[in-house]
């Protein structure tokens, strides 16, 4: 399975899938079992490419939109997988009026990605997020579990370059 999700090559493999099918047996008599299955099988691959999508919808027996449809509706879900390093920018109001905004597109441009996209090498992943409860250090980023407080455009490279080893 080394299908193409966008430029991210999709590599499942078959004790993934394995658990996934038992997740699905598993809830095969519940009616709401869609929401659980998606956050199991997220759990199980990191992401929910269309690979795995198409998987659930037969799985469990229902029209593959119905499936994506959930998937894009909640952010707790992603389409994409997320780097070694995953980066978080807040762009609650504080951070934002702070000048979040711009460090954000500092990140998106220097990574070549989007928001919830990841780098097609797999370090980096770049998502925003609303309000981490750091309001008095906005703006606000995390990487992985550090977080960074008072962070200006000027310290994108500098942030960058410590995960870079």
């Known amino acids: 399975m080394a299908k193409t999700t966008g430029s991210i090559p999709f590599n499942g493999t078959p004790e993934q899938e394995n658990k996934l099918n038992k997740i699905m047996k598993a809830h095969s008599d519940d009616k709401g079992a869609l929401m659980p299955v998606l956050q199991e ?8 490419p269309i690979e795995v999508q198409t998987m659930i919808a037969r799985g469990l027996n229902i029209p593959l939109e119905e499936v994506y449809g959930v998937v894009t ?10 780097g070694e390093y995953k980066i978080s920018v807040c762009l609650g109001t504080a951070c934002y009026v702070k000048g979040a905004g711009d460090v954000f597109d ?3 441009r220097i990574l070549n990605i989007k928001s919830g996209e990841c780098t097609t090498d797999g370090r980096y992943s770049l998502d925003a997020c609303r309000c981490i409860g750091a ?7 995390t990487v992985n579990d550090e977080v960074f407080g008072k962070v200006t455009v000027d310290d ?3 942030i960058l370059a410590k995960f870079s080893k």
């Open 41 to 48: 099988a997220q759990e199980i691959y990191g992401y929910l």
């Open 73 to 82: 509706f909640y952010s707790q879900f992603s389409l994409y997988p997320k």
């Open 106 to 108: 500092k990140f998106a």
């Open 135 to 141: 309001c008095g250090l906005a703006p606000v980023l």
């Open 156 to 158: 994108v490279d500098k």
